[in-house]
């Protein structure tokens, strides 16, 4: 059972990064269309993947479980984000026109 808790808490981490960062890829679109510094984008892009990609890492090391199997679960993961057909579509609609509103605030912001 122990084993299982390890995927679980591993599951739960991509995914919750997977909804994360398909909410900064909508907001990343919408504040293209204005005029938005380029080091906010920039620096956004390194702290998801400095969150990301040793975050798995910490978690494979500290919970040893293979990467093999680590590497099957995240991909599974990232699949479910991208083509689960029923709460999907909510949610990415949900993001979409959230991430829209938050950017005509954050291009109000730097006009100022």
């Known amino acids: ?3 299982y808790g ?9 995914f919750i990064l997977s909804l994360l ?3 900064w890829l909508r907001l ?7 005029n938005v510094p380029l080091f ?4 956004s892009l390194v702290l998801m993947l400095l969150a990301w990609i040793p975050g798995n890492l910490l978690f494979i090391k500290r919970m040893k479980i293979r990467v093999s199997h ?4 995240i991909g599974l993961v990232i699949l479910i ?3 689960e057909p029923i709460v999907m579509p909510l949610y990415k ?3 979409n026109h959230q991430a829209m509103l938050q950017s005509f605030d954050i291009l109000l912001y730097f006009r100022k």
């Not at 390890?6 to 991509?14: E, G, R, S």
């Not at 906010?40 to 620096?43: D, E, F, K, Q």
């Not at 680590?70 to 679960?73: D, I, S, T, V």
Request: proline residues 0%.
């Open 6 to 14: 390890k995927i679980i808490v591993l599951l739960l981490y991509n």
């Open 40 to 43: 906010l984008v920039i620096a």
């Open 28 to 34: 990343l679109y919408w504040l293209s269309e204005g």
């Open 21 to 23: 960062t398909y909410y």
């Open 70 to 73: 680590a590497l099957l679960w």
């Open 1 to 3: 059972m122990y084993a």
């Open 93 to 95: 609609h949900a993001v």
């Open 81 to 83: 984000v991208l083509y």
